[in-house]
């Protein structure tokens, strides 16, 4: 676990000099909604990188896996609850600047959400969802004991350290219904050396709400991207530019 903001700038989507690279993601007051073949067309004499990686959501069935991926993306959230029959895929593009040399660089995070019941029926899920993955974001609710006692059989079961892990708690709008102390977050955290973020509530800007997450986790990813080249993360060749 790194201290937020060491790699990257942490509020760089509040400066003005990145609104020409937020406004490719954005649409009118919202978010755009990337295809599996789209990407933000920058003007020709902007040179962006685009670095890509796949993300994986885990966590029991009704922690809220497909609300977080529609709410990383901007999409509408769902009303209610549905478990998911497969597997689903979303795209999101998130520009950040290196606080080393001042890059900016576009992550292209395609997040793979799959129901808990359709992986224990069918054997080949699993292996799909975690193949090639870069990063592995652990979902619990605050609301559900369970999920969150669940963290350390699902973290378990991820030892390659060349994966990036992220730990989400979802529903933390709703304090007065819950079941996980801020002591039992920092008791994990500890244990485990794993960033705990939240989430809940409406999205209100549509950047606000999720540059924590996605900065956390675009941070980590390019980190651990330099740790594995042993190179710094400012040269050029730290990555692999698709």
């Not at 973020?197 to 675009?218: K, M």
């Amino acid at each position: 676990m790194i201290p937020p903001g060491s790699v990257i700038i942490a509020d760089w989507h509040l400066c003005k000099e990145s609104k020409e690279f937020f406004q490719k993601i954005l649409h009118k007051k919202g978010r755009k909604k990337f295809g599996l073949l789209e990407s933000p067309v920058m003007p020709p004499h902007v040179s962006v990188e685009t670095v890509h990686y796949k993300v994986f959501l885990s966590g029991k069935s009704g922690v809220g896996k497909t609300t977080l991926a529609a709410r990383l993306a901007g999409l509408n959230l769902p009303s209610v609850h549905h478990e998911t029959t497969g597997i689903e895929t979303t795209v999101v593009y998130w520009p950040v600047r290196l606080r080393d040399g001042g890059r900016v660089l576009f992550f292209r995070l395609q997040l793979w959400d799959c129901g808990e019941n359709a992986l224990r029926r069918f054997d080949h899920l699993l292996p799909s969802c975690r193949e090639q993955a870069d990063a592995v974001l652990f979902l619990f609710s605050f609301i559900d004991r369970t999920s969150f006692d669940d963290l350390s059989n699902q973290t378990a079961k991820w030892s390659d350290p060349s994966v990036v892990k992220v730990v989400i708690g979802t529903k933390f709008d709703l304090f007065m219904h819950c079941d996980v102390s801020e002591r039992d977050v920092k008791e994990f955290q500890e244990r485990w050396n794993l960033p705990v973020l939240r989430t809940g509530g409406e999205v209100t800007d549509g950047l606000g709400d999720v540059a924590p997450i996605l900065n956390c986790l675009a941070e980590n990813l390019w980190h651990q991207d330099c740790l594995m080249r042993t190179v710094q993360p400012s040269q050029q060749d730290c990555v692999t530019v698709l």
